[in-house]
């Protein structure tokens, strides 16, 4: 799929406003709204726009993602998701878990159509979820909502953010995402920008290590997906056409992936269902786009290359137009991903590749592969 003409996710920032204040949260949130955040008509206008996406993909639009901040501190919450639908838009709520995602408002979200909503869980103990989340009893409040939106008819997507702190819990995390009745777990692997300039990032050999552990824990029944570690994609690929054996020994993986591959098979089993991880090459600028609580248009989230802004240029030409896109998905990188025979296939996270040098269309130094 080339996604030239349409993404297969917009993220837009509806507010910076959020009771929450994670050390790695991506949009540096804070407790009321920035300014120049668009306003209620203004968000109108800009669902209405991104519905026009829809026309040029053979009727396939993007899912609209709303996101934050906290998406339920926006008031005309329940007029945009309203629009967005009327636009013909899939709509996805990424939301914090605080005393607003209470059930009356998440019915009236179900009704008008919302799909799905992914909670983050960032550790399998109280101890190292509340330690990124900063708030006292956050880990069972996380936990009983997302049984409540599993019960309420939602598809519930788990985020993680692995960390130095959690990558030892990851098969727990694993098992909690079954128990839940998630049907989709979704694992960030940190880039250096907003509160995460703090966290330690695991190593591009502890990044292999996750990736396989990833792919095993795709075969209980749940997709596991990555955001910014696009060569979780090359190992699923590497994994598939693997004729059998240790994949320990057959790809020199190191401790962190044997303790997790063998805690995970106590804790589930072994696996016995065919594995559901992505396929589809999406990347930063390549079927993903971000837009921002004021309107900026950039490649991702954790990307700050602005492309224009919505509130003067319309986003459907902004994502086929701008140069900076346009070479995202030629795949013209520099680099080691600019050799990799696997570049279009993954082609690395342009955020970290953009944090690391400067240059978005540099390598991502967090892939421990060595193109052939
Ligand atoms: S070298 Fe770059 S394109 Fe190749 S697998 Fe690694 S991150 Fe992906």
Redesign the pocket.
Known sequence: MSFDESPALVFWETTKACALACRHCRASAMPEAAPGQLSTEEGLALVGQLGQFRSHQGGRPPVLVLTGGDVMMRPDLLQLVSAARLAGLPVALAPSVTPRLETGALEELRALGVSSVSISLDGATAGTHEGVRGVPGHFDQTLAALRALAGLGFKVQVNTAVMKANAGELAEVAAIVKSVGATAWEVFFLVKVGRGQDEQELSPEENEDVAHLLFEAAHYGFAVRTVEG??YR?VVAQRRAFGGGDPAEAFSLGPLYRQQSRRLHELLGRPRQEPRAPTAGTRDGKGIFFISHDGWAYPAGFLPVRLGNVREESPVAIYRQHPLLQAIRRAQ?SG??G?????D?????RSRAWAASGDPLG??P??????A
């Open positions: 696009p060569w090359r990188f080691r991903c050799r990799c025979e696997l570049r296939l993954c082609g690395g996270s390598e991502d967090a892939c421990a592969y060595v193109p």
